[in-house]
């Protein structure tokens, strides 16, 4: 039977070593990735405190003036802040739109070492140092381990996704152990002007790594995903959870058996202008950029050979990167 919403799966009993539970688990989160290419998971390990540190931290950020908030920005728009108007996520499937109405705050990795992987031509537009906001000033401390948790979440998540596809566990881990992932911070602004025909909040997209880790609030005008059979559906917040969704690198590595999702952020009804206002935090999990990402052996075979010419993940990136950022 088709999914009709976004499953929430408990990963706890995989990530506690539970021999019994590990393939019931990684039988869920397959069904989901084929499906829908989303679900929200349960049993992360996340402490609580920490993921309303980052609310709160992050709000205070976006509520300063924008002169401030723009002494934050970076030169290439990858860290740092990103005010309204300089991002329309339609242009990464080539659809001209306005650009998306919100603003948001990125951040790279972490304590980068300064050695020729990280800081040579190759890998350092990948490694470009972090832009901090000079206030709140507590905000640095707050992000970093903010990040290190989503890193070590999205590997855990990387050793189910290995046994439900049917490799070994440990086969990502030497495609993520450098890996470029970035952290954002999405701020959706009340909407007091009604959007331009075709603006949303952000427009159809699917994501570019191996998959997003998602935190959002219960706000009007919110996350939608596109099934496989064309109707868009509702995303709803859960406590204590995030929501994941299947990049495109991630449907080339298994020939499209996982489904890299279109998925959206609408506005919210012109009746309800005023506190609709919605804040999410988002991990986007990018592999080593010199990871090679072709068709894995459990997803190709006889009558179904690889569909993507095999690609490295900073060359897929830089493509999409650009094709989204609105020229000044």
Same mark, same amino acid.
């Given at each position: 039977?088709?999914?009709?919403?976004?499953?929430?799966?408990?990963?706890?009993p995989?990530l506690?070593?539970?021999?019994?539970?590990?393939r019931?688990v990684?039988?869920?989160?397959?069904?989901a990735?084929?499906?829908?290419?989303?679900?929200?998971?349960?049993?992360?390990?996340?402490?609580?405190?920490?993921?309303?540190?980052?609310?709160?931290?992050?709000?205070r950020?976006?509520?300063?003036?924008?002169?401030?908030?723009m002494?934050?920005r970076?030169?290439?728009?990858?860290?740092?802040?990103?005010?309204?108007?300089e991002?329309?996520?339609?242009?990464?499937?080539?659809?001209?739109?306005?650009?998306?109405?919100?603003?948001?705050l990125?951040e790279?990795?972490? %304590?980068? *070492?300064?050695?020729?992987?990280? /800081?040579? $031509?190759? !890998?350092?537009p990948?490694? =470009?140092p972090? @832009?901090?906001?000079?206030?709140?000033a507590?905000?640095?401390?707050?992000?970093?381990?903010?990040?290190?948790?989503?890193?070590?979440l999205?590997a855990?998540?990387?050793?189910?996704f290995a046994?439900?596809l049917?490799?070994p566990?440990n086969?990502?881990?030497?495609?993520?152990d450098?890996?470029?992932?970035r952290?954002?911070?999405?701020?959706?602004?009340?909407?007091?002007?009604?959007?331009?025909?075709g603006?949303?909040?952000?427009?159809e997209?699917?994501?570019?790594?191996?998959?997003?880790?998602?935190?959002?609030? %219960?706000? *009007?005008?919110?996350l939608?995903? /596109?099934? $496989?059979? !064309?109707?868009w559906?509702? =995303?709803?917040a @859960?406590s204590?959870?995030?929501?994941?969704?299947?990049?495109?690198?991630?449907?080339?590595?298994t020939?499209?058996?996982?489904?890299?999702?279109?998925?959206?952020?609408?506005?919210?009804?012109?009746?309800?202008?005023?506190?609709?206002g919605?804040l999410?935090l988002a991990?986007?999990?990018?592999?080593?950029?010199d990871?090679?990402i072709?068709?894995?052996?459990?997803?190709?075979?006889?009558?179904?050979?690889?569909?993507?010419?095999?690609?490295?993940?900073g060359?897929?990136?830089?493509?999409?990167?650009?094709?989204?950022?609105?020229?000044p």
């Amino acid at each position: 039977m088709t999914l009709r919403e976004v499953p929430v799966i408990d990963v706890a009993p995989f990530l506690a070593e539970a021999p019994e539970e590990r393939r019931r688990v990684a039988a869920e989160v397959n069904r989901a990735c084929e499906e829908l290419g989303f679900l929200i998971v349960r049993g992360h390990g996340v402490p609580v405190d920490l993921v309303a540190d980052m609310y709160d931290v992050s709000r205070r950020f976006f509520e300063l003036p924008l002169p401030e908030k723009m002494r934050a920005r970076g030169e290439d728009r990858s860290r740092g802040y990103g005010a309204q108007g300089e991002e329309a996520l339609s242009y990464g499937l080539g659809k001209a739109a306005p650009a998306d109405v919100k603003e948001g705050l990125y951040e790279g990795p972490m %304590d980068v *070492p300064d050695t020729p992987y990280f /800081r040579g $031509r190759e !890998g350092a537009p990948h490694f =470009v140092p972090n @832009v901090w906001p000079e206030r709140p000033a507590e905000l640095p401390r707050i992000w970093r381990a903010y990040y290190r948790q989503m890193e070590r979440l999205a590997a855990d998540l990387m050793r189910v996704f290995a046994v439900a596809l049917d490799v070994p566990e440990n086969f990502f881990a030497d495609k993520i152990d450098k890996h470029a992932s970035r952290v954002r911070a999405i701020h959706y602004p009340d909407q007091r002007d009604a959007p331009l025909p075709g603006q949303l909040r952000a427009g159809e997209h699917t994501d570019y790594g191996t998959m997003t880790i998602l935190k959002i609030e %219960d706000a *009007p005008g919110g996350l939608q995903v /596109r099934t $496989r059979q !064309g109707r868009w559906l509702d =995303v709803g917040a @859960v406590s204590d959870a995030f929501v994941v969704n299947i990049g495109d690198l991630m449907m080339h590595w298994t020939n499209d058996r996982w489904i890299s999702t279109l998925h959206r952020v609408v506005n919210p009804p012109r009746d309800a202008t005023l506190g609709t206002g919605r804040l999410s935090l988002a991990f986007f999990h990018q592999p080593n950029y010199d990871a090679l990402i072709e068709c894995l052996p459990s997803c190709q075979g006889p009558g179904n050979p690889a569909k993507h010419p095999p690609v490295t993940s900073g060359e897929h990136r830089n493509r999409k990167f650009a094709a989204t950022t609105v020229a000044p």
